[in-house]
């Protein structure tokens, strides 16, 4: 099988100039979960610092459910141009379901190597564990870390498979992005870095100007929601070049 090979910076340029030209096509799509969203990612911090372990829990769910409808409209509309009738869009059905049920098997992909990173550190300032012994919580935590991310980036296009209703297979998958992990990884950097940066500048002005705080949250939700939406379109474009067009694989049953 011969593998293609993605073009970063083609992938990155349709996508971010994909979420600028249809932005009106974009708010249609996404408002009513895009401020539901927006309003929870904006007030429940302070609930969660006030009431809690199980209130985050509940935040992160209603969050996971929201991004969920987001994201497979969005993916959807990328790769097979479909826009729904009709002003309201909430709809949370079984492409949705298996959106939210990848993400999270996604997000396990990384939770050994960090809870091993975490132990030691915090074992260390217990005084539990020698620095000898902290080394090796490291170096294992840091490679499970390593591992974690490789198939977490290789596996990452099963999130547009499911929103257009194509085979979710793992291996399949793996078979597919074959020598292509360094360029989605770097595709995928060219959000995490300049969101990184932006939240880090919005820390700054905060911890400058506290009383900035309740604006500066709000403008870093917004631009959280904005690159998430990069996000996705940089996973449907590369869906689109590595595997093909949506429905070129053995299609799941419709939902």
Sequence with gaps: MTHVKLDVLATVREAYGGA???????????WLPGLL???????GRPLVLALGLWVLLAVYLAALLLWSIIAVAWHRFILTGDM??????????RRESRFAIISISLGLLL???????????????LDQLSM?????????????????????????????????DDPVNARLMLELTRGNFWRLAAALACVFLPISLFQLLI???VDWAPSLAVPMNLVGTLINIFFAIVNVAILS????????PAGTQAPDAQS
Aim: a positive charge; glycine letters at 10%.
């Design 20 to 30: 600028w030209n249809h932005a009106g096509e974009m708010l249609r799509l996404i």
């Design 37 to 43: 969203y927006l309003s929870l990612s904006f007030i």
């Design 84 to 93: 729904p009738p009709g002003r309201i869009h909430l709809r949370f059905g």
């Design 111 to 125: 939770l050994p190597g960090f809870l091993v990173l975490a132990t030691g550190i915090a074992a260390y300032y």
């Design 132 to 164: 000898q012994q902290v080394s090796t919580y490291l170096i294992v935590g840091l490679a499970l870390v390593c591992i974690g991310t490789f198939f977490f980036v290789r596996l990452a296009l099963l999130l547009p498979a499911s929103s257009v």
């Design 203 to 205: 820390g700054w002005l």
């Design 237 to 244: 474009v590369a869906y689109r070049e590595l595997i093909g």
